[in-house]
């Protein structure tokens, strides 16, 4: 039992690592990215036709493969990166490429969302482009943007699980490998659950958090 | 020779969508008056307020700014030439997750101003426009009215010589716009800050305004001192905006903007 205990332990710690790390790594891209489709756009702060079309396609092509796919495909990179092909650290790597074009999308719809006037007001009080970014476009969408945060590390929690499949490790890999591998439902039931538990977690402290800084009652 | 601080110059606008809004439009602003452009909806008011910053740039034409076209300057010029003029508008447009004070700090974090001279000139105008209890307020929590006058104070921040207002009292009751009129009659005396008044509501051009444009049609149909345009309108456009706006009803606004009501006058005549 304690033997059960600590492995659970094992697999959540790995899981968080999975999950935390890739999530910032994926904002670390996504986050320009979703700046760079809203700010290139039409009628954005420097519209850029050809550039927001190529970058929609190739973000919209990102999102369609399969994330098992992405997880071989890229096993090459995950070498040169990291140095190994399988463990906690190598899956870190396929789900930041698969979660970095969502999350640019993310971000895109929040910064949508933030009031056109607003921006004019900052335009006419003569404020850069760069300076609207950061002085009004992504802090008048804060709220918002911590929301979509809780989804995107809630479905990178997710898709970390799948890392089990390749060795991955984390709670995923334990309900794989005890719950199908080897039949031990009840092995496989507690780890879903402490998954589901774990969701439910980052939901509620970012749906909270957002609410809570949110200045508009 | 009384200074001219803001000229446009054949300004037409027209949007890839449609028929030209503004066609060839002259206009010469002076220094330290209040005026007036009125219209219809439609007619093309907000657009040319927006050309007049570039924060649209005009199809063709140009915008003189203390005897400096617009269209000759560099983006960081004409950034700098904005926060000459400053603009409020309809829906407020304030920052909805800063404070009244952080508001009124904006435009001089924009302008990379000393923090601490920042704060002290955001308090002296929040001062001004009778805001300093409500400076750690969020503008959700505020009045249209009180949101208008954080919007005039950051409008002044920066000391504009301009101040460029968009319909700033068409979502307002009729009291508090008379509040917000009063404040920027202030603003024009006191500071001889020149001001443009976009409505289309005849009582707030009579109420401040010194001269008045006609806008019709994309076109400036008529010009001139606002008491002369009215009661002798020379055009069809003017005619039909001084009708419009039925006689009882002016009468009626006219009354309420004194702060009296009907009976009071009536009385007062001696009718009742
Ligand atoms: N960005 C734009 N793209 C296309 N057409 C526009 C754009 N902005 C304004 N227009 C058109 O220009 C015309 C004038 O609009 P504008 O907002 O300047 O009118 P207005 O006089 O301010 O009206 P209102 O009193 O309703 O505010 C309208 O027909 C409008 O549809
Ligand atoms: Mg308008």
């Not at chain 2, 140009?62 to 400096?68: I, Q, S």
Request: hydrophobic content about 50%; proline content about 4%; glycine content about 8%.
């Amino acid at each position: 039992m304690s033997g059960l205990y600590e492995m659970l332990i094992k697999g959540i710690k790995e899981t968080l690592y999975m999950t935390l790390w890739s999530t910032a790594l994926a904002y670390a891209l996504g986050l320009p990215l979703g700046v760079i489709l809203v700010a290139t756009d039409r009628g954005g702060l420097r519209p850029m036709r050809g550039l927001n079309a190529a970058l929609g396609i190739i973000i919209n092509i990102a999102r369609s493969i399969p994330f098992l796919i992405l997880l071989i495909a890229v096993i090459p990179l995950t070498r040169a990166i990291v140095g190994r092909m399988v463990g906690s650290t190598a899956t870190i790597v396929p789900l930041t490429l698969s979660a970095a074009p969502f999350i640019a999308r993310l971000v895109e719809s929040s910064l949508k969302e933030v009031d056109a006037g607003v921006v004019q007001a900052a335009r006419s009080m003569g404020a850069s482009p760069m300076q609207i970014i950061c002085k009004v476009l992504l802090p008048e969408a804060r709220p918002s943007l911590l929301l979509g945060a809780a989804i995107a590390i809630t479905t990178i929690l997710g898709y970390s699980a799948m890392a089990g499949i390749v060795g991955g490790g984390g709670l995923g890999d334990i309900a794989i490998r005890y719950g199908y591998y080897r039949y031990q439902r009840d092995t496989m039931l507690i780890t879903v659950a402490l998954l589901v538990l774990i969701v439910q977690a980052f939901q509620e402290v970012g749906a909270r958090a957002a609410k809570r800084i949110d200045r508009r009652i | 020779m009384p200074e001219i601080i803001l000229q446009t110059r054949g300004l037409s606008k027209r949007f890839a969508t449609g028929d030209p809004v503004l066609e060839d439009v002259d206009l010469d602003i002076t220094a330290g008056e209040i005026f007036g452009l009125i219209g219809k909806s439609g007619a093309g008011k907000s657009t040319l307020a927006r050309c007049v910053n570039f924060l649209e740039r005009p199809s063709s034409g140009d915008v003189l700014f203390e005897g400096k076209p617009l269209s000759s300057l560099a983006p960081r010029d004409l950034y700098k030439a904005r926060r000459s003029m400053g603009m409020i508008f309809q829906q407020f447009n304030l920052l909805m997750q800063r404070s009244v004070l952080g508001n009124v700090l904006f435009p001089m974090e924009i302008a990379h101003w000393k923090k601490s001279k920042a704060v002290a000139r955001a308090k002296e105008l929040l001062d001004l426009v009778k805001l300093s209890d409500k400076e750690n307020a969020y503008p959700a929590t505020l009045s249209g009215g009180q949101r208008q006058r954080v919007a005039i104070a950051r409008a002044m921040a920066l000391s504009p010589r301009v101040l460029l207002c968009d319909e700033a009292t068409s979502a307002l009751d009729p009291e508090t716009t008379r509040g917000i009129l009063a404040l920027l009659r202030d603003i024009n005396q006191r500071l001889g800050v020149t001001i443009i008044v976009i409505t289309h509501e005849m009582l707030v051009i009579e109420s401040i305004c010194t001269r008045v444009a006609i806008l019709d049609n994309s076109h400036v149909a008529e010009i001139g001192p606002v008491r002369e345009v009215f009661t002798h309108p020379k055009t069809e456009a003017a005619r039909a905006l001084v009708q419009s706006d039925g006689r009882a009803e002016r009468l009626l606004r006219l009354i309420e903007s004194n702060g009296l009501t009907v009976e009071e006058v009536l009385s007062r005549v001696g009718i009742v």
